[in-house]
């Protein structure tokens, strides 16, 4: 057999292999995808979420831009906090309701019994809250470049905002599915939720300043390993937990 012919015939058999765990791997992804396609279009018709975080991100920085309208250096010192304040409680509204909303309507022991994997609903309910979370970042960081006078996008900011939302909106969602049958979950959720994120967000709050500060690569990037670090320790700890705590 020429080498050519037993290249091809190796290549068939790597295809073969293969073609199980794509086979397996379509409807997982099919069907998170259609869990974040169902969301996203509910809020496309209600704008109920969508709506009350953008309000509540413009009062905040509002209020933050007039306390200090005329302390320049104040401002440039506190912006990666107000920052990363408005994104977590901001991104608390939506949290919230990522569970709550199929709860109130009956659809969540619909989801929980429908023949899928309960990690295919964690991960499209995760991803639609992050990409909520993202529309507010964005329009986060263009209010604060407008009335705080500060570039906010900046390539490795941008980053840092990733990370920590993903980080955010992994470990919320997980609590939210925690709490959704609780009578006071929308005081419950905070408190669960903000002293763990508490190792995300003092990272990202770091980093960030770091990053507007103009400091030296080597002050401010442990941070982002160590927030690279923990969102991988959360998401592959909400994978593992989220078909227990998912359950009534």
Do not use: C
């Amino acid at each position: 057999m020429s080498a050519s012919a037993e290249h091809t015939q190796s290549e068939a058999q790597v295809q073969a292999a293969a073609s199980p765990r794509r086979r397996a791997m379509t409807p997982y992804l099919r069907t998170v995808g259609a869990i974040v396609w169902k969301d996203l279009r509910a809020e496309i018709r209600s704008r109920e979420l969508i709506n009350s975080m953008i309000l509540f991100t413009l009062m905040t920085v509002l209020v933050f831009s007039l306390a200090l309208e005329l302390d320049a250096d104040a401002r440039q010192n506190i912006v990666a906090g107000v920052l990363w304040v408005t994104i977590v409680f901001a991104g608390i509204l939506g949290l919230g309701r990522s569970l709550a909303s199929e709860k109130d309507r009956g659809s969540l022991d619909a989801l929980l019994l429908a023949p899928i994997a309960r990690s295919a609903l964690f991960f499209g309910k995760m991803i639609g809250n992050l990409l909520f979370v993202l529309v507010i970042a964005f329009v986060l960081l263009l209010l604060l470049t407008v009335l705080f006078n500060v570039t906010l996008f900046k390539p490795y900011l941008v980053l840092m905002v990733l990370l920590g939302s993903i980080g955010f909106t992994t470990v919320g969602t997980l609590l939210s599915s925690m709490t959704v049958h609780a009578r006071a979950r929308e005081t419950l959720l905070p408190i669960l939720l903000l002293p763990v994120v508490l190792p995300i967000l003092i990272s990202a709050v770091r980093a960030s300043t770091g990053i507007l500060d103009e400091m030296p690569s080597e002050d401010w990037m442990p941070w982002v390993q160590l927030l690279a670090i923990a969102d991988v320790i959360f998401l592959v700890a909400s994978y593992a937990l989220f078909d227990f705590v998912v359950e009534e």
